[in-house]
Structure formats: C-alpha cells, structure tokens
C-alpha cells in the first residue's frame, strides 16, 4: 500500500477542475467584452444621430431607445431601400392608420423624413442618396408641429 498515490489523484482532479473553471472565466470575459464593445459602439452612434435630431430642432428619444432600436449597423434602416417589402414598410408607415380598404396615403411629415435621413445619414451614410431620390417622389409637408 502506498500512501503517496493519495495526494496526486487528489491534486489531479483539483487541477482539472480549476483548469476548467479557468477556460469558463476566460470564455465569460470574452463574450461579455465583445458585448461590452458592441454596446459602446452602438451608444456612440445613437447619441450622434440624438445630437443631430435635436441640432434639426426634431424630436429625439433617449439615447439608449436609439441604440437599442438600431443597434451598431443601422439595423432596418440600412437595408436596401429600393427593395419591395422595405419600400412597402416605409410607405405604410405614412398612411392613415386605418387597416383594410380605410387605408389610405396622406401627405407625408417632413419631419419625419427628415428624422429618417439623418438616421441613414448617421448609420449608413452610402444609402443617404437612395433615400433623397425616393423622397423626391413622395408629398411631404410640414402636417406636424
């Protein structure tokens, strides 16, 4: 029988687990920096375009409703605007609110096209021009004080 065998299984299995507790730490603080990073980037960006909104005399949510609603991309905003379902979206949110035949187009808030180009401006700033040019082929108004 020998009693020095004892302590090194003992010591073995306190490495492993300690090795692994090291590899779950160190995956942790790697996701939760990446998040961290991503975060910042996303409230840099949203307190621009807050600054700008409120530069422009427009409305303005708090920074962290912006970051959360376009995150670090733009999110919607960014995608291709001249794409049919991104088109239809934006053009149902300036009709009159009713659903089914009721629908109708209004004339449209500058302010809010204008809040719409700063947005693309801020995020994706080599969209801006679609988003003037399909402007150009809506009425807009200032409908809103």
Not at 38 to 50: D, G, I, R, V
Not at 107 to 115: K, L, N, T, V, W
């Amino acid at each position: 029988m020998t009693t020095g065998d004892a302590p090194d299984h003992k010591r073995r299995w306190i490495y492993l687990t300690a090795g692994l507790l090291l590899v779950v730490f160190a995956l942790t603080g790697l996701f939760t920096f990446s998040a961290i990073h991503e975060s910042t980037q996303a409230t840099a960006k949203a307190q621009q375009l807050h600054d700008n909104l409120v530069a422009a005399g427009l409305p303005a949510p708090e920074v962290k409703v912006i970051a959360d609603t376009f995150g670090e991309d733009g999110g919607s905003i960014c995608q291709d605007l001249s794409a049919p379902l991104i088109k239809a979206r934006y053009q149902d949110s300036i009709t009159n609110g009713a659903a089914g035949p009721g629908q109708r187009p209004v004339i449209g808030p500058r302010d809010f096209a204008e809040a719409g180009g700063l947005a693309i401006a801020t995020y994706c700033p080599d969209r801006l021009q679609d988003y003037l040019s399909h402007l150009e082929t809506l009425k807009l108004e200032n409908t809103t004080k």
